[in-house]
Nanobody
Framework: QAQLVESGGTLVQPGGSLRLSCEAS????????IGWFRQAPGKGREGVAC????????YYVDSVKGRFTISRDNAKNTVFLEMSSLTPEDTAVYYC????????????????WGQGTQVTVSS
């Protein structure tokens, strides 16, 4: 059974750092672009970052550029989202998802989703 599992979300203070993981089982992430999305309370799901099959092609929403880094470890079948300089506005449930071909910021373009991991930025 194909599955995506996000982990690493927790309570963190403003200015802190966190690393989220997205681990696939039952299939290989190597064939897909992988996106990270987030959904804050009262808001829709927002595309945050995406990595294509090429490590040289990565995309970020403006609000996280310079603070978040997406990466993938194909040997571990895992994609990471490293976050730094976190603010309360980063509080959300974070999801990873797969997409055929290249990255996009539209959630409707993605086929498979994990259940999400909660990130709370608060003092």
């Amino acid at each position: 059974q194909a599955q995506l599992v996000e982990s690493g979300g927790t309570l963190v203070q403003p200015g802190g750092s966190l690393r989220l993981s997205c681990e696939a089982s039952g299939f290989s992430l190597d064939y897909y672009s992988i996106g990270w999305f987030r959904q804050a309370p009262g808001k829709g799901r927002e595309g945050v970052a995406c990595v294509e099959r090429s490590y040289a092609k990565k995309y970020y929403v403006d609000s996280v550029k310079g603070r978040f880094t997406i990466s993938r470890d194909n040997a571990k079948n895992t994609v990471f989202l490293e976050m730094s300089s976190l603010t309360p506005e980063d509080t959300a449930v974070y999801y990873c998802a797969t997409k055929s071909w290249g990255c996009s910021g539209s959630e409707s373009d993605y086929r498979s989703w994990g259940q999400g991991t909660q990130v709370t930025v608060s003092s």
